[in-house]
DNA sequence: AATATAACAGAACGAGCGTTCTAGTATGAT
DNA sequence: ATCATACTAGAACGCTCGTTCTGTTATATT
C-alpha cells in the first residue's frame, strides 16, 4: 500500500554500526552515519527515530552478529580448556584482522566505557553481556573439569576471565600495538596452562 | 610586572578533572569546565591554550596524584602477595566510595577507550600507565618469591594482574553494581590465593 | 488508471559547540 | 604615581550538532 524501502536494514545497521564502533557515540555524527550508511537523514529517522535509536540497534546487531561468533564453541563446545585457548586465539586475531571496516576492540565495551554511567540502555546490555560471557567461560571450566583437565574452582576462575577479556577489550581499543596484546594474551594462556593439571 | 593569576591551578584542574573523568572528553563542554573550576573562559584558555591542552594537564594531574596511591607499595613495598592484596582492597573501597566528587574507574582507562585509537597523547599515556602497573605488579611478584610466597613464573602472572585491572576499571565505567565488582574482585583474590605455596 | 501511503533527497531549524575578541581591572616594577 | 603587563568577565564568532520540515517519488491497493 506505500512504497516499500529501498535500502537493507541489515546493511544499513553493519555500516552505522561500524562507525559508532570506531568513532564512539559522541563523535560519531549524524551526518557520519548518514554518509557511512548512504542513507538519507529522513529515512534514517523514519527507521530509527532519532540517534539513540539507532545506537540501539546496532548494539543489537552487534550481539546478534558477534556474540555468537564465541559463545558457540565456549558455552556448547566439546572440548574444556582448548574451547577458552580457541577463544584467546580469536582475540589475537582481532588485532592484525583489525582494518577501517571491522574497527579493533568490542562495541559493547567501548560504548558502556563511554555512556555505561548514564545510559541505562547500554548499561544493561553490557551487563548482558559480561553475565553471557561468565556463564559461557563456567561452562567451558565445567567440562574441563569432567574432562579431568582441572579441578576446582570454577566460578572464580570464569571471573578472571571474564576480566581478562574485558581488560584486553579496553586495551585494545587504548590503541596499544599488537605486541604487547600479544603479551598480555600470552599471559592468560599461560595461565590457563597452569590450571591444567599434569597428565 | 603583570596581575598574577587569581586562581590555584591544582584546584582548578581537579575541579577539570573530576567533569572530564566523569562525562568524558566529548561530553564535557568547555562550558562545563568553567562552571566547575568557577574560572572564566578567557583564563582557561589563556593558560591551557585549549580544550585539549586542558585534557592533557589534567591527565598529568591525574598521573601525578592517583598513581602514587598504588605505586609505592605496589613497586616497593615490604610484602609480597599482601601488597597486591591491599592493592585489590584500594579498587573495591573505589566502588563504595563513588561520589560526584570523586568519578568511578580511572580516567586514563576511561579517555584511552574513548579517544585511544586517535588521540596520540592519551594513548601514549595510557601506554606508560600500564607499563607502570606491570612493573610494579613484577616488583610485588618478585618479592613474593623471594619471601618463598610463591614460585615462578612473574613475568605471564603480572600480565594477569595488569589485565583485571584494566578489567575492573572498565566495568566500574561500564556502570556495574557494587556486587558484581565485589565478585570480580573476590576471583581475583582467590587468584592470588592459588598462587601462594602451602606454608 | 487513480489514489493512498510511506520512503526519499535535501534544505532549514534552533541550540550548543570550541574558540576568539573586546573591554576593563588589578598588580609589580620603575 | 605611572606604566606595562597579563589577568578577568562576558559578548560574540563561525560552525556543527541532532532534529524537523518541505516537497517529490515510487509502489500496493482499489
Redesign the pocket.
Given at each position: 500500500?506505500?512504497?516499500?524501502?529501498?535500502?537493507d536494514t541489515d546493511t544499513v545497521l553493519e555500516a552505522a554500526m561500524t562507525t559508532l564502533w570506531r568513532d564512539g557515540y559522541?563523535s560519531?555524527?549524524?551526518?557520519?552515519l548518514v554518509d557511512a550508511t548512504g542513507?538519507?537523514?529522513?529515512?534514517l529517522?523514519?527507521?530509527f527515530d532519532?540517534?539513540?535509536g539507532l545506537f540501539e540497534a546496532c548494539l543489537r546487531h552487534y550481539a546478534e552478529g558477534r556474540v555468537p561468533l564465541w559463545r558457540g564453541q565456549l558455552a556448547e563446545g566439546e572440548r574444556g580448556l582448548d574451547d577458552i585457548r580457541a577463544f584467546l586465539s580469536l582475540l589475537r586475531g582481532v588485532v592484525t584482522e583489525s582494518s577501517e571496516a571491522a574497527p579493533t576492540g568490542c562495541l559493547i565495551v567501548n560504548t558502556s566505557v563511554e555512556r555505561g554511567s548514564t545510559d541505562p540502555f547500554v548499561r544493561d546490555m553490557a551487563a548482558d553481556y559480561r553475565e553471557e560471557l561468565g556463564s559461557a567461560f563456567r561452562a567451558a571450566l565445567s567440562r574441563a573439569l569432567e574432562l579431568g583437565e582441572i579441578d576446582e574452582p570454577i566460578d572464580g576462575r570464569a571471573e578472571v576471565l571474564v576480566l581478562g577479556a574485558m581488560g584486553l577489550f579496553a586495551v585494545l581499543s587504548a590503541g596499544a600495538d599488537a605486541t604487547e596484546i600479544n603479551r598480555l594474551i600470552v599471559g592468560l594462556e599461560h595461565l590457563l596452562d597452569s590450571w591444567a593439571k599434569p597428565a
Open positions: 500500500m506505500a512504497r516499500p524501502r529501498e535500502f559522541e560519531a555524527s549524524v551526518s557520519d542513507v538519507g537523514r529522513a529515512s529517522y523514519n527507521a532519532d540517534k539513540h
